[in-house]
């Protein structure tokens, strides 16, 4: 929500409804709401994304077994320039890292280090896309990280050799991309 603010909603056992579990506060520093968010792979910790300008934070983690302001911690690093961090998605590989996009056309990748809540940042890229990365997303098979951006471009970006290993235009803007979850070698871009 605008105010910053993330609900956490159970679904009931026979899919029948839903009830509200709790909420959490998950403004920025700047009282800036989160333009995406996503659960660590282990479930007990959600990501939020928010804007990179006026020196905000650009990342948190909201830790679900703690209480009060111990709750919520803002990493340091800003990695993204300006803009709107539009996605962030953890990948699907052995390490645990996650990719975030944004409207300085940058995708960064954030490896965990040692420690509780320690991320480093690594650019990946900065100047593939020409306009805003809208969506990201990891394919599984290969350590690659796709990008989708409002330029019309996607690019596969093979982390391991530190170049794209593809790439593709299309007529319409892309707004997210997701890979298959069954079939590896199928990803899906929505378009507008």
């Not at 539009?86 to 280090?113: K, R, Y």
């Not at 098979?141 to 593809?166: E, H, N």
Request: hydrophobic share 35%; proline share 4%.
């Amino acid at each position: 929500a605008l105010d910053g603010v993330v609900n956490f909603w159970q679904v009931q056992s026979r899919g029948s409804g839903a009830s509200l579990l709790n909420s959490s506060d998950s403004a920025s520093q700047k009282k800036r709401w989160p333009e995406d968010i996503a659960w660590h792979p282990e479930g007990n910790r959600l990501f939020s994304v928010y804007t990179a300008d006026s020196g905000d934070s650009q990342v948190s983690i909201t830790d679900l077994n703690k209480q009060g302001g111990a709750r919520v911690k803002y990493l340091e690093d800003k990695p993204h320039f300006k803009g709107i961090i539009n996605g962030i998605v953890f990948m699907p590989w052995e390490d645990t890292c996650f990719v975030t996009g944004g409207s300085d056309h940058a995708v960064i990748l954030w490896s965990e280090q040692d420690g509780e809540n320690k991320w480093k940042p690594k650019p990946l890229h900065r100047n593939l896309h020409s306009s805003a990365v809208m969506g990201v997303a990891g394919m599984q098979q290969k350590q690659i990280v796709l990008s989708a951006g409002a330029d019309r471009r996607i690019f596969g970006f093979d982390v391991g050799v530190g170049r794209a290993d593809f790439s593709h235009q299309i007529d319409s803007k892309c707004m997210s991309v997701v890979p298959n979850p069954r079939d590896f070698n199928l990803f899906m871009v929505q378009t507008g």
